[in-house]
């Protein structure tokens, strides 16, 4: 059953975009040229799973962000609504989280980026997600669509590890105890 991951940024209180979806907080966010980690992250990865919500949001930054296969779940959105450019990049899904990393998994992939909020909830809701990276940017938002949502129970965390970087960012690292 392949891994999944999380490698994502926050604002400090906790939103990942704000309330219409806009990210222009974290993607015009300068990092002095600082390495966080993301290409060692996506190194040991072998796909890509998102929800609709972020893919709206990152379709068309050119180039393209991501260099692995991308499944995307929605259920109102078709391979047809995939720009021309990303067809052989992206696919739609309709897919629950398990039903998705079943998918993953008749592809061979041993380990999956999961991004998005409403997907990473759905799939630690599942007890799919391994482990997580959190980036937190100094930038408070006020309000926006946050990271975690609603459980059906505590979700416990082993703190692997904490990095703070010049620019402010400051990234926290932790598995999911089973």
Request: charged content about 25%.
């Amino acid at each position: 059953m392949p891994k999944g991951h999380v490698f994502i940024g926050t604002s400090v209180d906790g939103f990942i975009a704000r309330r219409d979806g806009d990210i222009g907080w974290l993607t015009g966010f300068s990092s002095l040229g600082e390495d966080h980690g993301y290409n060692a992250h996506m190194a040991k990865l072998d796909g890509i799973v998102m929800g609709r919500g972020t893919f709206e949001s990152v379709k068309d930054i050119e180039p393209w962000f991501y260099e692995k296969k991308v499944l995307v779940l929605s259920r109102t959105l078709a391979n047809s609504d995939v720009p021309q450019s990303l067809r052989s990049k992206v696919e739609i899904i309709n897919a629950s989280p398990d039903e998705a990393t079943r998918i993953a998994e008749e592809r061979g992939w041993r380990g999956v980026y999961i991004d998005g909020g409403a997907v990473i909830q759905s799939f630690l809701r599942a007890g799919l997600i391994d482990d997580m990276v959190i980036s937190r940017v100094p930038v408070l938002i006020g309000e926006g669509l946050p990271l975690f949502g609603a459980l059906d129970a505590d979700v416990m965390l082993e703190h692997v590890s904490t990095t703070s970087f010049p620019s402010g960012l400051v990234q926290s690292h932790y598995r999911i105890k089973r």
